[in-house]
């Protein structure tokens, strides 16, 4: 038929105009489906058939798109797909170029996520006020974990290297599947009820692993165990970039287990050489101490008058006791934490010397029992003669008329003799016979 007013276009026009009609009346739209008949050629764009059970649309992404995608595609997957409509104008083919994915199952879990922290954050579990401080050095060491991961030799590891001393016991969990949070919640309960061998420390950790392996440390149940512990917990969950609800109610939270390791343990150098510098301090302390109570010994030997030789034996055996007792103090403090070295060797050194000292009162108790001034104290006299002041033991040294002198305990006496003889009667008696 001619001369009719129809108007005939072309099947790219057609397409073309199709196509500008889709994308001008769908915006950017979410879409879920099963994915299916993935494909990725050379170029790096993915091709894939994204359905239900009553319909399918064909979708493409683009490379510079899916590169950031953090997962892999497979057929069979749930997928959340942001983005557009459009027509592939080559065949006619209606299309939806995607954008964005999300794993369907990730988004339900991760919109839990968030509700469950906003919950427990209005409820005041992530606030710093009630952290409760870690030790400085911990003395038992409570590792929450799978014991045939990765995370638990990274952490035994690192802090066999930084401070072996630290005592570290595995309290052994599944870290995912649907029994792994009633079984933290049972080791966070064990580790605070434990008084063998009380812990002060506990390390919750794992490795990395989906936003599903790490559920079991997003869940409610889990973050009130936590928030009920008394004892300080440490939690090191995943990688770096991993977050969970568990990190936020943790007193402190690590990035990696490695790190977790490097947190709570000291550089034993650094302690090595803290403990030789106070050693060093202590041993002048003592040093001190003994050389106030060898003064002390000093002085009490110029007052008592002993005599000399015996002094000397005793000042020996102080200087041999303190040659003794800085040698065992020295093999001592290599041996224990400087706390306990420090009370320990303080205790030893009043003990020590008390004892010694109260040795060298008993000897000197004797020595005064022997001493002259002991005899005087008696009513006894010493007699000297006037010249020389020689003692006089033999009353034949003596001659009538002579002068002696007679040390009292108090005062001295200055005499005449009017006889001697060689016994000892009494002289009066012996006149009147």
């Not at 050379?42 to 399918?56: I, M």
């Not at 002198?405 to 012996?430: C, K, N, V, W, Y």
Request: charged share 25%.
């Amino acid at each position: 038929m001619t001369g009719s007013n129809r108007q005939v276009i072309s099947v790219s026009d057609l397409n073309r105009d199709a196509k500008r009609l889709l994308e001008s009346e769908f915006p950017s739209l979410y879409v879920e489906g099963e994915i299916s008949n993935y494909s990725q050629p050379s170029s790096g764009h993915w091709y894939f058939t994204l359905k239900d059970d009553k319909a399918q649309v064909r979708c493409a992404m683009f490379r510079n798109r899916n590169q950031a995608v953090p997962f892999k595609l497979e057929d069979g997957q749930q997928l959340i797909v942001r983005g557009r409509i459009s027509l592939y104008e080559g065949r006619g083919d209606f299309q939806m170029i995607a954008e964005s994915l999300e794993d369907a199952g990730d988004g339900l879990l991760r919109r839990a996520f968030e509700k469950l922290k906003a919950a427990l954050q209005a409820e005041g579990l992530f606030s710093e006020a009630v952290k409760k401080p870690l030790p400085k050095l911990p003395q038992h060491l409570a590792i929450i974990t799978s014991p045939t991961g990765d995370a638990i030799r990274d952490v035994l590891n690192i802090m066999r290297r930084r401070f072996p001393a630290i005592r570290a016991s595995i309290l052994p969990v599944q870290v995912q599947g649907e029994n792994s949070a009633p079984q933290i919640v049972a080791a966070i309960a064990q580790a605070n009820g434990y008084q063998k061998e009380p812990f002060d420390l506990i390390l919750l950790t794992r490795g990395g692993g989906s936003l599903e392996d790490l559920w079991s440390f997003n869940t409610e149940l889990v973050a009130r165990a936590m928030a009920a512990s008394e004892l300080p917990i440490v939690s090191a969950i995943g990688h770096e970039p991993d977050v969970s609800i568990a990190d936020f109610v943790a007193d402190l939270r690590a990035p990696t287990p490695s790190a977790a390791a490097e947190i709570i343990t000291p550089d034993v150098k650094v302690w090595l050489n803290a403990i030789r510098n106070m050693k060093q301090d202590m041993m002048q302390t003592v040093t001190t101490l003994i050389a106030h109570q060898s003064r002390e010994v000093n002085h009490l030997n110029r007052r008592l008058r002993h005599p000399a030789k015996r002094l000397e034996s005793l000042q020996q055996q102080l200087d041999e006791l303190e040659r003794r007792l800085i040698n065992q103090s020295v093999r001592q403090l290599d041996g224990y934490r400087f706390e306990e070295s420090h009370r320990r060797l303080i205790a030893a050194i009043n003990r020590r010397f008390a004892k010694y000292q109260a040795g060298f009162r008993r000897q000197a108790a004797k020595l005064q029992a022997l001493s002259p001034l002991a005899t005087l104290q008696r009513g006894y006299a010493i007699i000297t003669d006037t010249d020389k002041h020689q003692v006089i033991t033999h009353a034949n040294r003596l001659h009538p008329g002579d002068k002696i002198i007679a040390q009292l305990m108090q005062g001295h006496l200055l005499a005449s003799i009017d006889d001697t003889f060689d016994e000892t009667p009494d002289p009066l008696r012996q006149k009147e016979q």
